[in-house]
């Protein structure tokens, strides 16, 4: 048996839309403008690289990840599945941890809290694939075999200290 991940349409979004209408935005207020205090140039470049960096590098690189399943191996690749394919025997693997994730939604007056599940799929004491309901339309699928060939390894409380530790590590 073969799973294959298959995304969810919310993460095509950000890329299709605002990056797009970023961009527009940018080139409308730098170019032809003579007057833009220099102070003002330098603020909106620097935030300008980090938000990019920060999509990029973490958003895309950790977590929009292709992941394919089956009963011997786990194929891993990165950056929309467009990255280098690596793959882990799954006897090999340490196991998994999971963790949720709490967002809270504002419409009007109303808020939600929506929560998003992550697995960590574990190897050598480092995180290798993170399969998650706000990425994967098919997580319960994946969360199932997971739970089903991998030893659990309990529940990880996330914090910000341990998010940039996992972003440099994996």
């Not at 073969?2 to 950000?14: D, L, Q």
């Not at 090999?92 to 941890?97: A, N, P, R, T």
Request: aromatic share 14%; charged share 25%.
């Amino acid at each position: 048996m073969v799973i294959r991940s298959k995304f969810t349409s919310y993460i095509y979004f950000p890329f299709l839309v605002l990056l797009p209408i970023g961009l527009i935005i940018s080139i409308n207020v730098t170019v032809g403008k003579e007057n833009i205090p220099i102070e003002a140039l330098i603020f909106f470049i620097i935030s300008s690289a980090w938000i990019l960096l920060s999509a990029l590098l973490y958003e895309v690189r950790l977590r929009i990840i292709k992941v394919e399943l089956n009963s011997r191996e786990v194929l891993v690749r990165k950056f929309f599945g467009l990255g280098a394919e690596k793959k882990y025997r799954l006897k090999d693997l340490e196991g998994f941890h999971t963790f949720t994730r709490k967002i809270r939604k504002k419409s009007g007056f109303r808020s939600e809290i929506i929560e998003y599940d992550f697995i960590h799929l574990m190897y050598k004491g480092k995180i290798v694939a993170r399969i998650s309901n706000l990425y994967h339309s098919n997580y319960n699928e994946m969360a199932e075999f997971t739970k089903e060939h991998l030893t659990y390894l309990g529940y990880k409380r996330p914090n910000i200290f341990s998010e940039i530790k996992d972003a440099l590590s994996f």
